[in-house]
């Protein structure tokens, strides 16, 4: 089990029906002792937080070495606990619902994902049986299947009145375990017979955002100074996610010329597919975004707008820092390092407006809604400041290697792009300047990107460079279109604004949320290192490379913080975090 890939029956049936039906995990024992930490308790959810004494069983339970074997499989190194156990049906109130998934809308924070051999199930629910459930029984039932849908589900299956007879319920034995995603519908219905006991934990990949912590520190996110300068749409667009307060995001409804904010948590996405007047995309931008990925908005600055900024920089120039050398290896991008001036947002007085105009300013928050959703959330805003000689940057992401956190997709009339980033241009830029440079249509790759056009030593004719203008802004899909800049040889230095965006769905900068005690509060006392790996928060992946990671050897749960050659959040460890006693 430990080296072994799961079988391609296994593969074929997660793949097709969406989950999977592990008999005989637990034994007698096991069983026995889960059975009667639950009803001393008397706790229906939350187990893994009870007092010592009742809760080691579901900690163990939390991190079974052949439930680890299978989520790493499913799901991807550093998976991570979402919620807090519970026991099906425990709620009245859930009881009858109509059932919840399906792919149509896509969500890419429980959405099902395969390309090239690699499978990302970003989200799964994990049943153990700890009593048995008989056919026709009631209790856990689900659509097979609608991982991979593309049509809205009829309001009828969901509820139950006409399902078509495509709603299932399995038929378990005390022991088993079901590994279902939760992009598959799914719901409780009313039990026909004795209510079976189904403990149930859900866990999602490293980067995904869908539900809170519940201890003190995310209970609220910390507010930046310049709050009172901003208005209530602004304070909407630089939320920090994965607290109380932020979950779900809120949102702002745009228009292409205003931006108010809407009702928090619903999803405003304007799709191309739907004749939607209200909507406000131009088709030809839609188009052109979906086949380069990336767009360029001309004059979105005016000249007034454009004389407050680069008046700004002037008088900030001794702020510049200058950066690492970005070439690599390449030859035709040598060059020195590149210079920087961060923290735009807050400069004093009209120096700051001048860029904190720039946050949910309408026509460019509109376009980030139509190109990922609403509830996006920006970074800060970077100047880069290259002078002549300062070295380009190798092109990096690509449409392969799929990293959904970071990703492109496009389904049923909208795009859901990941992340996303801006650059707001303070200075005309052509190609005998330098600058930023992409490969067209690389968001569709199904290869890996090639080193030299990577270089652009070899660019193959794919390389483009993008002219642009004072007050242009460029939008590129940073997690998967590749991009880079040319060496800077124009004789003005360089002046582009780069903010980054990040979907309503993934966290790809850490944050207080991803430390387990700050998540979860005091129910995490006393955890393990591996117990304490999964009860992380949304954090930035990095593919295989994530850390903490969970190996299972010789039957035995290892912790890893090796890390790769990769990009980790300032917040991610790089050792054991468990106290000692």
């Known amino acids: ?149 593309n049509v809205d589900i009829p309001e009828d ?58 201890g003190e520190a995310v209970e609220t996110y910390e507010r930046p100074d310049f ?17 109380r307060d932020s979950t779900p995001p809120p949102t702002i409804v745009t228009d292409g010329e205003t931006a108010t904010v809407g009702v928090r948590g619903d999803l405003f996405h304007p799709s191309i597919y739907v004749k939607n007047p209200d909507a406000n995309i131009d088709e030809k931008e839609f188009f052109f975004w979906d086949l380069c990925g990336y767009l360029v908005v001309r004059n979105v600055m005016d000249e007034a707008w454009l004389a407050e900024a680069n008046e700004a920089m002037d008088l900030h120039e001794d702020q510049i820092e200058i950066g690492s050398n970005t070439a690599g290896k390449s030859k035709t991008l040598a060059g020195s390092g590149r210079p920087e001036l961060r923290g735009l947002f807050k400069l004093p007085g009209k120096h700051g407006e001048a860029f904190r105009k720039m946050i949910a300013h309408p026509p460019i928050e509109h376009r980030i809604n139509w190109m ?33 956190s970071r990703q492109w997709f496009y389904q049923n009339g909208r795009s859901y792009c990941q992340a996303i ?39 193959m004719g794919l390389v483009k460079h993008i002219d642009m203008k004072a007050g242009d802004v460029l939008f590129f899909a940073d997690g998967s279109n590749a991009h880079g800049t040319y060496a800077w040889k124009g004789p003005l230095s360089r002046r582009g604004v780069l903010i980054k965006y990040s979907s309503r769905r993934f966290n790809r900068g850490g944050g207080a949320p991803s430390h387990p005690e700050n998540r979860w509060g005091n ?33 035995r749960i290892n912790v890893s913080y090796e890390r790769g050659g990769s990009l980790y959040s300032t917040d991610t460890p790089d050792g054991p975090v468990a106290k000692k006693p």
């Open 227 to 243: 709050l009172e300068e901003l208005s209530d749409v602004q304070i909407a667009s630089i939320h920090r996610p994965d607290y």
């Open 523 to 555: 129910a995490v006392e006393g955890m393990t290192d591996a117990q304490l790996a999964v009860m992380r928060g949304a954090d930035r992946d990095v593919f295989g490379n994530n850390v903490p990671r969970l190996d299972v050897e010789n039957g």
């Open 421 to 459: 980033t801006c650059t707001w241009q303070l200075r005309d830029v052509t190609e005998d300047d330098g600058g930023f440079a992409c490969v067209p249509g690389s968001n569709h790759a199904n290869y890996p990107l090639p080193r030299d056009v990577s270089y652009c030593d070899e660019p």
């Open 157 to 214: 299956i969901l509820t139950g009145v006409d399902d078509l007879g495509l709603t299932r319920q399995v038929t378990m034995r005390a022991g088993d375990l079901l590994i279902i995603g939760l992009s598959v519908a799914q719901g409780v219905r009313e039990w026909t017979h004795e209510a079976s006991r189904l403990l149930s934990f859900e866990y999602t990949g490293r980067g995904v955002l869908r539900s809170p912590g519940t």
């Open 1 to 149: 089990m430990d080296r072994q890939p799961m079988t391609n029956e296994e593969n074929y049936h997660f793949d097709i029906a969406g989950f999977l039906h592990i008999p005989g995990v637990l034994n007698s024992g096991e069983l026995q002792r889960l059975n009667d930490a639950v009803e001393t308790s008397g706790a229906s959810s939350e187990f893994v937080g009870l007092p010592e004494g009742q809760r080691e069983p579901f900690r163990e339970l939390l991190v079974h070495p052949q439930l680890v074997w299978y989520l790493n499989q499913l799901v991807g190194p550093g998976f991570k606990l979402d919620r807090l156990p519970e026991i099906l049906g425990s709620d009245p109130a859930m009881i009858d619902q109509p059932l919840v998934g399906g792919n149509e809308p896509l969500n890419p924070g429980t959405a099902y994902f395969y390309k090239n051999g690699r499978r990302y199930c970003q989200a799964v629910r994990v049943i153990w049986a700890l009593s048995d459930v008989e056919e026709n029984a009631g209790g856990f039932v689900f659509v097979p299947h609608t991982h991979r849908g």
């Open 372 to 404: 990922g959703g609403s509830g996006a959330w920006l970074s800060g805003a970077t100047a880069i400041c290259s002078v002549e000689g300062t070295s380009g940057h190798t092109l990096h992401t690509n449409g392969e290697p799929l990293n959904p």
